[in-house]
């Protein structure tokens, strides 16, 4: 095979506050035409910086000092405008990370996917539309010619990415570079939309050039992987060859893996009980004209937290677990049924995003000192020596005090979050996705800080994800919520070694493995399609439109939620009571293999 | 590797500031010393063109006008800060409280908003006078109701967008009080635009109290203010223009220092 792709000595430095940084330092590599390379590295490292200098897509402050772009034997740097663009859509083609962003949300689906054959090729409008639908059911979208009427905004955030791919697949590039593509998506529709890439890259011998932050996602879909830190290239080679047997420093930690939680769950004592909860959301607060929307989020839930443990919440976007987070900790007061707690334990709340959880507009000191003037501590000097023992303890120091949040990078906001969680005296700490904004490196730090005050402080947390991984390994406990019903709970190793429910396979089927049996995930062609928004019935099971093994009893009777478990305790809410694993367990012989 | 390159200095706001500066220090000096008297008339001397003695030249009744564009100008700034505050002050009240709790009140509040900044402000102005009659403390008043929206505008929406974010969800589920997160935690955040509106709204009230006293609705006679000198300059605009001179340019002058500042606070938010 040919080379396709050829990046050499190339330099980018990027303008800030009138200095000039090094982005990206004297990066050599190449790509065989169908080749899949990765390029994984944490943000800031360079990775998507390279991409957009080959698709000319480079912000104002980006320049690049030195090198060539070679593709398909012409340097793209050296062309015209008007010579790129010809290239750039056509045989060279982009998506990106966020597909709620990267749709033109004024131009229906059909026109969007179908304007660079327009642009790029002197075909028909029948002949377009005609590709346009092609494309469309060849990313397992159903209904393409309903579709090409939709815009971006009638559409899920798996469908938009999947329209997106299409978008770049319509001309039949060369390459295709994917920055991110699957990372702002939900755990079972990235695996979907991963095995999408691999069958457009069977049939159609596409080179990829897949950009991620994620281990996991790389070594699934990849054949050669770079490994880019400060802008450097530090490890490269096969896939399997580099994560198994990483040499430099960079990788190693990039491959270590998640911190293990140790301790067993010790006293049974619920410090907070959940019957029959029903949690409402309003959509928006009514007006003089538009009347509040109210939905129910959570319905008939049971739920204990024990003190001490570590419990995981575990469910796609949109089920309901960062409704039931706000509720806990008194965000939403819109709820009926029983939601009882101690009465000290002061629940304190965790967010996702590190970069809205502390106010922009006051310092690092300030925003801690604020739970300690809420607890009445009066005295500045006090306050000031708690703030900076709890920064200490938080793996910072008390340089930090007099910081402003802009100053600081996510990690360092995250453990901000939790120290001020912690000055409130909280016994109970509510982590929403704590973790899912950060690098894989920065990732596991918070979750060993986690891990440290759950350990020294006896601290109980609920520790609220998508990241079947994660949760694995440092819960005790994990309920799995399908459209606000729990509908599986369990201890941690039980639930993996036998998830029950259908749904809780499906979730598990679709996190990636890591399996080294690259073949096997050839098999099976199932790239998903989408469903429908579900909206909880009346009757029936929920999970009754995509389960498997669904029977016309599911569709007419809810199940119940009954105890499963042997010696331990192990719920689920199915008819079949954890029976169908039987069949399917030869899926879960492989184990979740953590990197 | 870091390689320097020209760093962009911010123009707009040091020029600014250097022009608000100097007419405010002149305006200042004007109200303890005058290099004449500001009252005072001098019939000998009268409509004397610029020369060593009166810079700017003397008026029909041989008052200097370098002295009383100086007093004058104190006059414009202390009612145009009077207002800007005024509007601050009741702006931010109003728009946080709405902003932040919303429902009914706040829609009534804000039909209320439109229905002043619909209308033309001299003229709504004029109609607050009409009722409250003509004097300093009067144009005060009218001209800082008529402030009100602007900033309560600017405060409202910058509380809706805020009490979204997680700063503000983590300080409730920490216990702390509304009114506490309205003006402790959120009001921090608006600073920026604040004094943006601020230096927009000095340049409103600088015109504005200049068109007043025009009108001969403001400052009162004998009192010099830079809106009535032009008034009187008025009918002898051929035989001594250096009588309208002097205060219009000082007018033109202050305005551009105050939209400097605004551009140049723009640039520091962005």
């Avoid at chain 1, 966020?98 to 689906?109: A, D, F, G, Q």
Wanted: hydrophobic fraction near 40%; glycine fraction near 8%; aromatic fraction near 8%.
């Amino acid at each position: 095979m040919g080379m396709l792709f050829d990046v050499s000595h190339l330099t980018i430095g990027f303008e800030d506050k009138g200095q000039m940084n090094k982005v990206v330092n004297d990066l050599s590599f190449s790509m065989d035409e169908g080749e899949i390379l990765g390029v994984v590295g944490e943000s800031g490292s360079g990775k998507s910086m390279t991409a957009l200098a080959a698709m000319g897509l480079l912000s104002p402050q980006a320049h690049i000092l030195d090198g060539t772009i070679m593709f398909d034997g012409k340097d793209m740097l050296a062309l015209s405008e008007k010579e790129r663009s010809a290239i750039s859509g056509k045989d060279m083609s982009m998506i990106f990370q966020e597909p709620m962003t990267s749709l033109n949300p004024v131009m229906k689906i059909g026109k969007q996917v179908g304007e660079s054959l327009r642009l790029h090729t002197s075909l028909s409008k029948e002949q377009i539309h005609e590709k346009v639908i092609r494309a469309l059911s060849d990313v397992g979208l159903s209904d393409p010619e309903g579709l090409c009427k939709k815009y971006p905004h009638e559409l899920s955030g798996g469908m938009r990415q999947r329209v997106m791919i299409a978008q770049a697949m319509v001309c039949s590039p060369k390459l295709l570079i994917a920055d991110e593509p699957t990372t702002a998506l939900d755990v079972i529709v990235q695996g979907q939309i991963l095995k999408l890439l691999r069958k457009l890259h069977r049939e159609r011998g596409v080179a990829i050039l897949f950009i991620s932050h994620d281990l996991n996602v790389i070594r699934e879909i990849c054949q050669n992987v770079i490994v880019m830190y400060n802008g450097d290239i530090v490890e490269r080679g096969k896939v399997l060859d580099v994560l198994e047997h990483p040499k430099h420093e960079y990788t190693k930690t990039l491959v270590a893996s998640i911190p293990d939680n140790t301790t067993a769950d010790r006293k049974r004592r619920p410090i907070v009980t959940m019957e029959h909860l029903n949690v409402f959301y309003r959509d928006h607060e009514g007006g003089f004209f538009n009347k509040s929307g109210r939905q129910q989020v959570i319905k008939e839930l049971n739920l204990q937290v024990y003190e001490g443990e570590l419990m995981g919440i575990v469910g796609e976007s949109g089920c309901g677990k960062s409704t039931l987070a706000k509720t806990i900790v008194g965000l939403n007061t819109d709820y009926n049924g029983t939601l009882k707690m101690d009465e000290d334990l002061h629940p304190q709340m965790v967010f996702q995003d590190p970069f809205g959880s502390l106010n922009p507009a006051r310092r690092i000191g300030w925003i801690m000192s604020e739970p300690l003037r809420v607890r009445g501590i009066r005295t500045k000097r006090e306050r000031r020596n708690m703030v900076c023992d709890m920064l200490t303890k938080i793996g910072l120091d008390s340089s930090f005090y007099d910081r402003y949040p802009h100053e600081l990078s996510g990690g360092q906001r995250q453990r901000v979050s939790i120290g001020a969680a912690l000055l409130m005296n909280s016994r109970l700490l509510v982590a929403d996705e704590p973790v899912s904004a950060l690098d894989v490196t920065v990732q596991s730090q918070i979750l060993e800080l986690l891990l440290d005050i759950h350990k020294k402080g006896g601290l109980t947390i609920l520790f609220i994800s998508h990241d079947l991984n994660i949760v694995r390994h440092i819960c005790h406990r994990v309920a799995v919520i399908y459209l606000g019903q729990i509908v599986e709970l369990a201890p941690v190793d039980e639930i993996y070694k036998n998830p029950c429910h259908p749904y809780t396979q499906m979730l598990f089927e679709s996190a990636l493995s890591g399996n080294d049996s690259r073949t096997a995930h050839f098999a099976p062609d199932d790239i998903g399609a989408d469903i429908e928004d579900t909206v909880i019935g009346d009757t029936g099971c929920p999970f009754y439109p995509r389960c498997k093994y669904r029977t016309q009893r599911c569709e007419a009777q809810a199940p119940d939620f009954v105890n499963v478990g042997a010696d331990q305790e192990h719920f689920v809410r199915c008819f079949f009571e954890g029976k169908i694993t039987l069949e399917k367990n030869e899926l879960h012989n492989g184990d979740m293999h953590i990197i | 590797m870091k390689i320097s390159i020209k760093k962009k200095r911010n123009y707009n706001l040091i020029i600014g500031l250097c022009l608000t500066g100097f007419f405010a220090l002149m305006a200042l000096v004007g109200q303890f010393w005058t290099p004449y008297s500001v009252t005072s008339m001098d019939p000998l001397s009268v409509n004397v063109a610029p020369c060593l003695a009166h810079p700017f030249g003397t008026d029909n009744f041989g008052r200097d006008i370098l002295s009383r564009v100086m007093n004058g100008s104190g006059m414009t700034f202390f009612v145009a800060i009077c207002t800007v505050l005024m509007g601050a002050v009741i702006g931010t009240v109003v728009g946080a409280l709405t902003g932040y709790f919303g429902g009914w009140i706040d829609e009534i509040i804000m039909r209320i908003n439109d229905i002043l900044l619909s209308f033309p402000s001299v003229l709504l102005a004029l109609l607050f006078i009409s009722f409250l009659g003509p004097g300093t403390v009067n144009v005060i008043l009218a001209l800082g109701i008529l402030f009100i929206p602007s900033f309560a505008r600017i405060v409202r929406s910058e509380m809706i967008r805020c009490k979204e974010l997680d700063f503000v969800k983590s300080a409730k589920v920490m216990g702390v009080g509304p009114f506490r997160i309205m003006f402790v935690h959120i009001l921090p955040n608006t600073l920026v635009s604040m004094l943006t509106a601020a230096a927009i709204g000095f340049n409103n009230a600088v015109l504005a109290e200049a068109s007043m006293s025009y009108l001969g609705l403001g400052v009162q006679p004998p009192l010099p203010s830079l809106g009535r000198m032009l008034s009187e300059a008025q009918s002898y605009l051929f035989n001594t223009p250096w009588y309208a001179i002097a205060p219009g340019v000082t007018i033109i002058l202050i305005i551009l220092g105050f939209s400097m500042i605004s551009e140049g606070l723009r640039a520091v938010e962005r």
